[in-house]
């Protein structure tokens, strides 16, 4: 019987099938590994999808819930932008002989927060392309605010639309404090209260404006005494002062005034009128002319100035008592010294046409008398 004989395999050799098998392994484990990979690339998509609804719900839970800085810039942002509205208005009165020399804001209250303001500071707004005070100045005022007015000094700035002429031996303009010197006693130029300066607001360019003599004296005064009264009464007070000029003009057409004590019995809201009796302004300059049938009624409350009372820079914040309380010889010294000073300007400057000096505006040495500017 004839054996079969075996076919040797040869080392390293596969068999068709095992071949074919091989083949279908191989395909598998790619179908297995490219289901793998979908379903991660899936998973990581939805993941990712859910990162960015996650993060769109943050983004608009954050826009609809604000921080408090955002709510504050938010509010001033609004409240600017009512001011400003508000200040043109004002700006486009035009004041006509005879009527009242102010008028009530708002029915005459105050729009101010006393929560706004904690402590006891002023800001003072800087000033604008055209060197004005537009700006409000706003304090928030304590008893120790109240100054002395012996400490008053010579003011030497000169605001736009500063045009110095008199009247009778009487200025018609004034430098107008926004914040009155008696006012503001202890606190810098740069608002900030320092027990050590004993003094109130002086030469400060951004506290000063051209105020006729009467909107100063007659008007403004009633308002500033109301504030100073309550500070003295241990009261807490927020005044805000703001002139309101028109366009690029020069000159205020007037100045808005309100305050605001802590408890509530200081309320008040005017806008004054920068007018002169007797006088009509050219506000896009300052320049004036004579008109005696420009009337401006006394507004009740005004204070009364004899002729020994009628300085005006010096004496504009009304408190007339220390003015009362001068010696001769020493309105004779200031005398002298406003001559000195005089002289200086009359030697070096051509600007000595609108130098004024305090001492300059009482009757008994009045530069009139000895020289015609």
Do not use: C
């Not at 998973?43 to 719900?57: G, W």
């Not at 005398?335 to 002289?343: G, L, P, S, T």
């Amino acid at each position: 019987m004839k054996r079969k004989r075996r076919t040797k395999k040869t080392k390293g050799s596969w068999t068709i099938f095992e071949t074919v098998f091989a083949f279908l392994v191989v395909v598998g484990m790619i179908g297995n590994l490219s289901n793998g990979d979908e379903h991660s690339s899936s998973h990581h998509d939805n993941k990712v999808e859910r990162s960015s609804v996650t993060s769109d719900q943050a983004s608009s839970e954050h826009q609809q819930k604000p921080t408090h800085h955002t709510v504050k810039q938010v509010k001033a942002a609004q409240s600017n932008t009512t001011n400003n509205d508000l200040t043109e208005k004002l700006a486009a009165k035009n004041y006509q002989s005879g009527q009242a020399a102010y008028i009530d804001v708002n029915g005459g209250q105050s729009t101010l927060k006393a929560s706004d303001w904690t402590s006891n500071h002023i800001h003072y707004a800087n000033l604008d392309a055209l060197n004005r005070t537009a700006a409000a100045n706003t304090a928030d005022l304590e008893s120790r605010n109240v100054a002395d007015v012996s400490l008053r000094t010579t003011q030497t700035v000169y605001p736009t639309g500063w045009h110095q002429k008199f009247i009778n031996n009487t200025a018609i303009i004034n430098r107008g404090h926004l914040i009155a010197y008696s006012l503001s006693k202890g606190i810098s130029i740069d608002g900030v209260y320092n027990p050590s300066d004993q003094s109130g607001d002086q030469n400060n360019p951004k506290n000063l404006f051209t105020q006729t003599a009467f909107s100063n004296q007659r008007v403004q005064t009633i308002y500033e005494s109301r504030v100073r009264d309550a500070l003295r009464n241990g009261k807490k007070v927020i005044y805000q002062v703001q002139p309101v000029f028109r366009g690029n003009e020069l000159m205020a057409r007037g100045v808005h005034l309100q305050a605001l004590s802590t408890d509530g019995t200081l309320n008040f809201n005017v806008y004054l009128f920068n007018v002169q009796p007797g006088v009509r302004f050219d506000y896009a300059t300052g320049r004036s002319t004579i008109d005696n049938s420009m009337t401006v009624p006394t507004p009740a409350g005004a204070p009364t100035f004899s002729d020994d009372d009628r300085s005006t820079d010096r004496y504009q914040d009304g408190d007339l008592k220390h003015h009362r309380r001068h010696s001769a010889f020493e309105y004779a010294a200031g005398a002298y010294a406003a001559h000195k000073i005089y002289q200086h300007y009359r030697d070096r400057h051509y600007a000595h046409r609108n130098y004024t000096h305090h001492y300059y505006y009482h009757p008994r040495y009045h530069f009139s008398r000895h020289t015609r500017w």
